[in-house]
Each structure stands twice: as C-alpha cells, then as structure tokens.
C-alpha cells in the first residue's frame, strides 16, 4: 500500500505544470533554486555529523526533507520583506536574500558565518548566544526574532506589516509555522487582526503531518490545515511542499496578494518531517511513527523532484543529475562528494568561524534588561 | 507495569513521577489526563509512557498544541465531577494557559462560594542549570502565588515528587507541581520510595535536610542540593548550617522555619526565579513580621539576577544562584 502510495505521489509530481509565477523562471533560476535545496539539506547533515563528532551541543530541528518550502518560499521575495522562521527553518536566516550573493554580507539575510555562530552559542552569533538555536533575528536584515513560544510571532507579524504600511512602504511579512502550532490561540487571534486591517502577512504552514508525538488527525479536524483561512475570509492555498516550483508559485501569489493591499493568506505546503522532531527524538520517534508511513513521506525528496523536473525540461543531462546524488540519503549515508563543492565551502566557512569565535563573557548575562542610556 | 525498569530498588524522580501518576490513575477511575503530546509519544520526558496504552485515549488526552484550551478543559471536566492531571511540556509554556488558570480555574471556588471544587494538578518540567536557555529554563511560580486559589509544590527528591503528586492528585483544589528536569535523572538522588497510601507526602509541611545550629538557608526545588553543598563549606568555616526544604510555598508552613529560626536565630533564603517579587523575598517577609524577634542578623537572600535566564554556561551561571553565592551570603549573615 505505501508503495502505491509513493507511486501516485510521483505521478503527480512528473504531471507539473508550470503556474504563472514559475513559468517565468530561466535555466539559471532553475540551477538556483536547485543549489539552493543543496545548501539546506546539506546544513542539516553537516550539523548532524558535527554533533556526532562532538563538536556541537544543543538540541537540532531537521528540516531534511522540507527544504523545498523554505527554498520555494525565499525565492520570490523582495530584500525589503520581512520573514519570521521558526525552530525547523534554521536555514532561512542566511537564505533570505540569498540571491543578492551568498558571501555578500550586505545583503537582507543573515551570513553563514553569523547563523553558525549562533548554532555553536558564541558571541559572534546575531543575539550573542544568549538564547539558543532558531532564537535570533535582525531587525536590520528584516528577520523577526522568534521565542519558544509557538506561533507566538504572528502578531508581531501583524504589527511590523501594520507600521510598514504606516510608513508608506509595501513590504510583506512572510512567517512560518508547523500545522501543529495552528492550534494556538494566538495564532487565530493574529490572523483575524491582519484580515481585519488587510495586512500584508503571509503564513506559510510547514504541514510535515506530525506535532512532534502528535500526527495531525488529533490536531485540526479538517486534512488541509489551508482550511483555516476560511474562517477569516482570506485565501487559503495549497502547496506541493516537495516540489520547489510549486511553493514558489503558491507563496508568490499569496504574496502579490498582499502587497496590492489585499491582505493575508495561508500557504499550506504539504510535506514530511524525515526524523524525530529533534535530534533528542529520533529514538522514539521510530517507534510512534509507523515505519511505512515515514517511507512514504520520505518517497518524494525535494532535491530528486527538482531534478526529475529540470531534466524533462532539458535543463539538466541524465548525467549531470546523477553528479551530486544527496537525495534519499539520511545524514549517516551521505558524503561531501554528495555535494556541490560550492556547498560544502560556504557552509564549511561558516562553521570554521563559529568554531574560532569565543563564548561571550558571563557578565553579558545580566545585561541588556533595560536601556540604560536614552 | 511499565513503570518497573529499574534493576535497583532505588528510583530516580521521574520513575517517582510516573509511579504517582499511573498509582492514581488505577485508585481514581474518575481521573483524565490531558497534555501534548502525552499519549502516543508518553510525554517529552516519558512521564505519561505506557499510560494512554493502559487506560485509552479517552482518560489519556493527546492535545493539540493549545495550552489555554488544555486547562480550560480540564477546568470544565473538574466542574463535572473529574479530577484532572494537566501536563505542561515544559512549565515555561504555562504562560499561554495563564488566563484560564488564573482567572477560571483559581477563582472558581471562591466565586462560587464554595459550590465548585477544582481538583486540578497542573504538573511541568522546570528549572534551570541545564542550559534550556529562556524558555526551557523558567521557574515563574511566583506568577501563580500571586494568585489565590492555587497551591504550589516544588519537590527536591523522588520521594517528595511522588508523594506531593499523589497528594496534588487528591486535594479538591488546584494545585500546580514544579518538577526540577535537572533532577529527573540524576541516579545520586534515587531512593527507596514506598508505593500506594504509604508513599503520601502531605502538601503544607516543609522538611529539614540537615540540621544545623548556627544558620537556616530556606529554599526548594534544585537549590535544596546547592544548600545542602553550600553548608557543607560553610562547616568547614566552623559554622552550622540548616538546611530547609519547604517542599509547598502555598501554603508556606511558617511553623517549621519559625521552630528553626529560634535556634539558629540566622536566615539566609534561596530561590532560582528573579529577585524582585520572587518567593524568597515572600519568606523574608513573613519571617519579618512573625519571627523578628528571633533573629541575631539581617537576614538575606540569594536569587537569580532580575534577568531571563540565558543559554551559554558562564551566563547562566552568572545569572542563578550557586553554591558559592550561597556560602558568601550565609558567611556574611553568620558573620554579622
Ligand atoms: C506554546 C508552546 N507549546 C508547546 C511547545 C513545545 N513544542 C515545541 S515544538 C512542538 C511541536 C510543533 O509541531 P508543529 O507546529 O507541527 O511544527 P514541527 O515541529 O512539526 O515543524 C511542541 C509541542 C512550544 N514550544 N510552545
Ligand atoms: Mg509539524
């Protein structure tokens, strides 16, 4: 069953059709977006092979497998929109903005260097190590800083959209959220207050059919989480989360949506957390989830989808696909040689400078509580 | 059961956990367990595992992620005659359920003039020194001693985290549980701990750790172990320390601390959340106004900075009370 499964998911997939947006992509825009899958896959099994070696401690949020939603969704943004990540985006932060250059530290996202810096909880990381993980944020390259606090960015969302456009500006804010954090109530009471003031937020849903030991069935009655919209009279959209294309296409228009001042959507963008909800979880998460179940999630590796479409488009040889075959590995089974080297240099920068940057002194603990000076 | 996987007669606090939840789920058919994540995954930190497999669903609740909704539930099924055990994943996140507690659920037997009970434990892993950084580290019990209506405990070791828990279980009010996540798993701590009636430890009364002449350090939860550390230094300066766990803050058994004051005639109070309006300064007070007469010395307190509490080591450290900022604190007051 699970195979019929996969298979029918496939056909999908080699049945894409280009949307209004992705239909005007080039060949270079495809190789991008392609790389692009590379890098964030690649940040994830790099962290994990870190941490494995010893030389990483905290709790790491894959995003393997959904890497296409993040992708799709950067790829189409403006500098001056704002995003929002949240613990499975790790990579947005230096993605954002990505196409201005990636080793262009003036551009509107965070550098690698900075985002592994944070990972390794040194100073040189944009908070200074003084919260964890996914926790950052710049109000100068426009990326909201998220808490633990599940959708608990949305209003702040709401808010930056709102002074935005008091300020005459046309920006979009772009947040992210699992299916499961939708069950807050903060997250209603945000989305209601930006369709009320038709503020340009949109909010991209990271449906990977589980809340950590939850699967969705116990978190919202309705399969398409998009359905939510519809309580709020704002367009809720549905996204192949495996195909980069397809995001790109959906988030676009939710986003040409809102800054023609029509107000917010919901992007849905179905997908598969390939492991445990953290690190800490992969034990038990192989036994709560069936294991048929996983490797049908699993079926529909972004990156292969990617390939399979650039190559029926003529945009890449049979040959040239087979080059750098990251796709349905896990972190164990894959190697650098699985990687453009292009890749693997930017993210091995990173991580070089984290490594050599220091821990930020004690006394920074009982800092920053008040302004002090006016 | 599930809960007999250690080889030792000797359980750590999170056997103790289980133990206490699973004992009152089989006394109590009326009890009903609610939280994220609880049943299938059995808990972020394996409290609740094997229970939804030996009670069902229906009595054990996975959630979705919607901390007001998850107390607001379990106020109304207390208002129809159940007794709920309301999971926080971490007690951090309480703050999304705050007004339900606060407002619905602490309230209600006093605007009902008694009509109500709300036998609801709202039971979370918190407490820092484990580099949980700002919100996996928080101990906000102060937030709800502000608030009327609810009892709070804070156990130290397995026997007290199994038996507050069992006794939180029976009491006709709502009664939030702190459970130290540093301590979970800590084997230097594990112990013989009775089971059933046997193992009931009331709410109310605190527990003297070690006795001592010279000196009383109050405190709870993690920092009963750096008192206990802190005494042993401050031994070594020839002075006697007691060591006083008041295992409940609400309500605070004055009783035991006055009894200690009289004979160390010195207080020296220790909690991990921030300084102002913290419980410690709560302690101070009462001993204040009830025990002044008793005291030789100024007394004093050792808390988290008025700060969050951050991720790296050598700022949480800077942050939390530690052993050495204790043993100053003490030596100044012994020294007065
Ligand atoms: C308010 C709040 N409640 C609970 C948690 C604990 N928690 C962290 S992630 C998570 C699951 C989130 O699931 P989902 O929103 O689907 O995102 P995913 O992890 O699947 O990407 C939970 C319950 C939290 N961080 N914040
Ligand atoms: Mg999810």
Redesign the interface.
Known sequence: MATTEADQRKKKSDAFQYGTYSAKLTADDHKEMLLQLYLARYFDVRLIKEKKRGRL??TLYSSHNQEAVLVGSLYGLKPKDWISPIHRDMPAFFMKDIKAGWRNLDRMGMSVQQVCAQVW?RVDSPGR????WS?IGSRSKHIIHS????AGTIPAAAGVAYADRLSGGDAVVLTYNGE??T????FHEAINFAAVHSLPVVTVIENNQW?????TY???SQEDFARRADGYGIPGLVADGQNVLDVYDKVLEAVDYARSGKGPSIVECKTFRAYGHGDHDDD?AAR?RPKEEVEAGRARDPIAVMKRIMVERGLMTQKEAATYAAEGKSASEVSNEDFPPDVVAYLSEGIEFAINSP????????MW?FREEN | MAVAEQVSSKKNYLTALKEAVFEEMQRNPDMVCIG??I????G?FGVTEGLKAMYGPERVI?????E??IVGVACGMCLNGKTTLVEMQ?I??I??GFDQIVNMTATYHYRTAGEVNMPMVIRGPAGGYG??????SQMNEAWFANSPGLKIVCPSTPRDAKGLLKSALRDPNPVMVYEMKELYRQNKIAEEVPEGDAALVPIGQASIRREGDDVTLVTYGNNVYHCLAAADNLAEEGFSAEVLDIRTLVPLDEATIIESLKKTNRLVVVNEAPRTCGFAGEVLARMSEEAFEYLDAPPARVTR???PV??????????LPSVEKITDAALRVCKF
């Not at chain 1, 821990?359 to 009982?366: D, M, R, V």
């Not at chain 2, 951050?310 to 942050?319: A, F």
């Open positions: 401690t905290g909880g190590a003084r919260d964890n926790h808490t633990s606090m599940l499961g954090s069950a807050q109530g903060v809340a950590y030991g939850t699967p116990l978190e919202y038990r709560y821990l930020p002194p004690a006394e920074e603990g009982g509580v | 994220e994540d049943g299938f995954l059995g972020a996975d959630a979705p992620i919607s007001a909704a971490f951090d996140f703050s999304c580099g949980g950084a700002l919100y996996h900075l008025d700060t951050p991720w790296v080591k050598p700022l949480e450290l800077y942050v």
